[in-house]
């Protein structure tokens, strides 16, 4: 199984993913899962995951998170799940930045949060869900902080 970025993978996943990385790039065909996480790039790794999950993928999205929207959210918990909502777009829609496009549970945290909006993911990197949790907690404030600074 692949363990990459902080996330383990189940083996049919990993299958799925190793060979889109082969797709991708034919070297990647020579390496066992355990040695993905030192020899893929972390762009390359996401990039697989969005293509095989029908999702973008955005390296950079920190930059665009709504704090307003953090609030509503427990930061240990986006933290440990691996998402962070980014901004409504219009009346109906949040869109949610996450880093495992297979863990449903943000969508389901989210969905009793905001039931009136429809969710739609991306995929991103979990350095990029960090920043996020930490630009929407200075917009806010040092005060929201329950559980210390996400990694």
Not at 16 to 34: P, Y
Not at 67 to 86: E, I, K, Q, Y
Not at 115 to 121: R, T, W
Request: net charge positive.
């Amino acid at each position: 199984m692949i363990r990459f970025d902080g996330i383990l993978f189940n083996e049919h996943n990993s299958r799925r993913i190793m060979t889109e990385l082969v797709r991708h790039d034919s070297a990647h065909a020579q390496l066992n899962h355990d040695q993905v996480a030192q020899r893929v790039s972390r762009y390359s790794f996401m990039a697989a995951l969005a293509k095989l999950s029908g999702l973008a993928f955005f390296p950079r999205v920190a930059e665009f998170c709504e704090s307003g929207l953090h609030a509503s959210c427990d930061t240990g918990v986006m933290t440990r799940w691996g998402f962070a909502p980014l901004y409504r777009d219009g009346q109906d829609t949040l869109i949610v930045a996450i880093v495992n496009p297979w863990n449903e549970l943000p969508e389901t945290y989210l969905a009793a949060r905001f039931p009136q909006l429809k969710i739609v993911k991306i995929v991103t990197l979990a350095s990029e869900i960090s920043r996020s949790i930490v630009s929407g907690a200075v917009r806010r404030g040092a005060s929201v902080w329950h559980e210390g600074l996400p990694n």
